[in-house]
């Protein structure tokens, strides 16, 4: 903790929902976490939205930054370190989920015979509908984790939920999709 304890104050004010606390910790160090994040991510877009998350995290749950274990600006920094690093990953996972998409998508056309276009066709139409039987709960954490690419926890945080539940949701919306697949035939159980 600092000597002078002004990070503990700028928590307790934060705590106290005074935006004027915000404005004050954004002015002092949303510089620093945009260049960590851009050093990181290479993209001036990503660096500009995980500043932005970072400062709406802190505002929205100040309790969650603890002044007896360091500094506040150590802490964003920590919390822009491990955003921009979920980007960087999901920015990965795309690139190669894009290339074997685009590979799958070349090769379609080209099926030793009709009837193997038809079976690939009708799975991805069955997944699909799967995905949108989902109960309205599980289709929104489906949509965040597979569609968007965000973690558990940006999934707990877009949808206001503990962390456990986000996972919870996922896995039983995998579960319910996989029953429906084995249901059509397309997933052995």
Same mark, same amino acid.
């Given at each position: 903790?600092?000597?002078?304890?002004?990070?503990?104050?700028?928590?307790?004010?934060?705590?106290?929902?005074?935006?004027?606390?915000?404005?004050?910790?954004?002015?002092?160090?949303?510089?620093?976490?945009?260049?960590?994040?851009?050093?990181?991510?290479?993209?001036?877009?990503?660096?500009?939205?995980?500043? %932005?998350?970072?400062?709406?995290?802190?505002? %929205?749950?100040?309790?969650?930054?603890?002044?007896?274990?360091?500094?506040?600006?150590?802490?964003?920094?920590?919390?822009?370190?491990?955003?921009?690093?979920?980007?960087?990953?999901?920015?990965?996972?795309?690139?190669?989920?894009?290339?074997?998409?685009?590979?799958?998508?070349?090769?379609?056309?080209?099926?030793?015979?009709?009837?193997?276009?038809?079976?690939?066709?009708?799975?991805?139409?069955?997944?699909?509908?799967?995905?949108?039987?989902?109960?309205?709960? %599980?289709? %929104?954490?489906?949509?965040?984790?597979?569609?968007?690419?965000?973690?558990?926890?940006?999934?707990?945080?877009?949808?206001?939920?503990?962390?456990?539940?986000?996972?919870?949701?996922?896995?039983?919306?995998?579960?319910?999709?996989?029953?429906?697949?084995?249901?059509?035939?397309?997933?052995?159980?």
């Amino acid at each position: 903790m600092p000597p002078d304890g002004s990070d503990a104050r700028l928590r307790e004010r934060l705590v106290a929902g005074d935006g004027d606390a915000l404005a004050e910790a954004y002015d002092r160090w949303s510089g620093l976490i945009h260049t960590l994040a851009l050093r990181i991510t290479d993209d001036a877009a990503a660096a500009e939205d995980i500043t %932005q998350d970072v400062f709406v995290g802190l505002w %929205q749950r100040p309790g969650a930054y603890d002044p007896e274990r360091g500094a506040l600006r150590t802490w964003l920094c920590m919390l822009a370190r491990s955003r921009a690093l979920d980007w960087t990953r999901r920015r990965e996972a795309r690139a190669r989920y894009h290339a074997v998409a685009g590979a799958s998508a070349a090769a379609a056309p080209a099926y030793a015979d009709i009837d193997e276009a038809v079976i690939w066709h009708t799975e991805t139409k069955v997944v699909r509908e799967a995905v949108r039987a989902l109960p309205d709960l %599980q289709r %929104q954490a489906v949509h965040l984790a597979y569609y968007r690419g965000h973690t558990y926890r940006q999934v707990a945080l877009e949808l206001n939920i503990p962390e456990g539940t986000a996972k919870s949701r996922l896995r039983l919306a995998l579960a319910n999709i996989a029953d429906r697949l084995a249901a059509e035939g397309i997933l052995e159980r």
